[in-house]
């Protein structure tokens, strides 16, 4: 199987016979092709997946977190997430939210379980700090 490496925001997933390079609002494949959500120019409005030769990947856009067109990696074999920036360094409490950005969370506890290895932009974090910091932005929404 394929190997999974972290790097600050960047995540690199080798496969067999491509490489993802996934950053928070732009993922990179070793052919050139790359992928952007609709708000930043791209394509992509919901779901891209691939198989990268013993590897398959899910690029999905869940809402727009606290800048927009965030981007989360799925590598389900690897039970790994990838949510870049729509999760902050967990000692940062936002003093506004979308409803949006709550709703891309919520979305994103959905996609892990507590063995996941969930990667963010300012580190690894577990299931419970998600699932915190969703609470943290329904109640930055709602007092």
Do not use: N
């Not at 198989?51 to 074999?77: A, I, K, R, S, T």
């Amino acid at each position: 199987m394929g190997a999974i490496g972290s790097e600050g925001e960047v995540v690199s997933v080798a496969g067999r016979s491509r490489t993802l390079t996934y950053r928070p609002r732009r993922v990179t494949l070793s052919d050139g092709t790359f992928l952007l959500h609709e708000s930043r120019g791209g394509t992509l409005s919901s779901v891209w997946a691939a198989d990268l030769g013993d590897l398959f990947v899910e690029v999905v856009h869940l809402g727009h977190g606290p800048v927009g067109g965030e981007l989360v990696l799925v590598v389900p074999d690897g039970d790994t997430v990838a949510l870049g920036d729509l999760v902050p360094p967990l000692d940062v409490v936002p003093s506004t939210a979308r409803p949006s950005w709550a709703q891309a969370v919520d979305l994103a506890v959905g996609l892990t379980r507590s063995s996941t290895r969930i990667l963010t932009s300012s580190g690894e974090i577990g299931r419970d700090d998600l699932e915190a910091f969703h609470q943290t932005l329904l109640g930055v929404l709602h007092g």
